[in-house]
């Protein structure tokens, strides 16, 4: 088939929107392509075929596609690495807005890398680091900041443990798990692709807050900032986790949707 034909059974069985990603994703043609070059054949359309029917089958677009997108920047992800969404914009942005540029960094929870990589990539004389346990999500970790270039210090490690890496820390930005378990089992379909340790908080929602207060604020230095990602309903229990720990000036940044989305506060001693 030619590659309007492909994209018009694609439409045929997926929505526009899902037909002209896969187009773009996996043949590197847009709208305009199709218009210039709709009427070529690609050397193979087995990988077209294959993401069409992972895609019916319900699996979420990004991983049929292999490919997820997040400020700008291509990612590779699959099953085993949770899917980048544009709520986690928010922590990046008040982490870029919070940064000189020579700044000792960590990504708690790394995932995919999208965190680290993008404060690397923005701040080429920031020492970045990424924590990540769970093997799949590393190899997409290590892949994702190899294919950007980024400097980024790798430890395949549980944020549980935070002897993993040494020293002190100008700013801790994190997206952990948040979900509480029991709510887990009832999310939409394609979520439940998702790897669940990547989004299991425990019984309520806050266990690897609990970790991030309990284990990490110590490594903050003076003045040093840490920037959490949240549920929308965990705004006042995340800040008072950090309260405890002594942290101040805490304050509660919305999404685009203006729900709780990051609270961000200031270790003064």
């Known amino acids: 088939m030619t590659y309007s034909e492909l994209y018009l059974y694609a439409k045929s069985r997926l929505t526009d929107y899902e037909a ?12 305009r392509g199709l218009a210039l070059y709709g009427n070529e054949m690609p050397e193979s359309e087995t990988d077209f075929m294959k993401a069409i029917e992972k895609r019916l089958a319900g699996i979420p677009l990004q991983y049929a596609t292999g490919k997820a997108y997040f400020m700008g920047r291509q990612y590779f992800v699959g099953e085993g690495v ?12 008040e982490c870029i807005n919070s940064m000189k ?25 920031a020492e970045v680091y990424a924590v990540e346990l769970e093997n799949k999500a590393y190899e997409y970790l290590e892949r994702n900041v190899r294919y950007h270039g ?8 549980s944020i549980f443990n935070e002897n993993c890496v040494e020293g002190e820390f100008d700013i801790i930005i994190s997206n952990p798990p948040y ?12 979520v439940q692709f998702e790897p669940k340790t990547a989004l299991d ?9 609990r970790c991030i207060a309990d284990k990490w604020v110590k490594k903050l230095k003076k003045d040093g900032k840490i920037i959490l990602e949240i549920g929308e309903e965990q705004a006042e229990d995340v800040s008072e986790l950090l309260k405890m720990q ?6 509660v ?11 961000f506060g200031t270790k003064q001693n």
């Not at 002209?20 to 709208?31: A, K, T, V």
């Not at 700044?103 to 995919?112: A, F, P, Q, T, Y």
């Not at 980024?150 to 490690?157: E, F």
């Not at 002594?246 to 304050?251: A, E, F, K, N």
């Open 150 to 157: 980024a400097d980024v210090k790798l430890i395949h490690d």
């Open 201 to 209: 908080g425990g019984n309520d929602g806050l266990d690897f807050y």
């Open 246 to 251: 002594g942290i101040t000036q805490i304050s």
């Open 253 to 263: 940044v919305k999404d685009i949707q203006n729900l709780n989305r990051v609270v």
């Open 179 to 190: 979900i509480i378990s029991d709510v887990i089992p009832i999310l939409q379909k394609e």
């Open 101 to 125: 540029g020579t700044e000792r960094v960590i990504d708690l929870c790394s995932g995919s890398g999208i965190i680290a990589v993008t404060l690397a990539k923005e701040f080429l004389k």
């Open 82 to 93: 949770l899917i980048p969404r544009d709520d986690t914009e928010v922590a990046v942005t």
């Open 20 to 31: 002209l990603c896969l187009m773009e994703d996996i043949f590197d043609i847009d709208r």
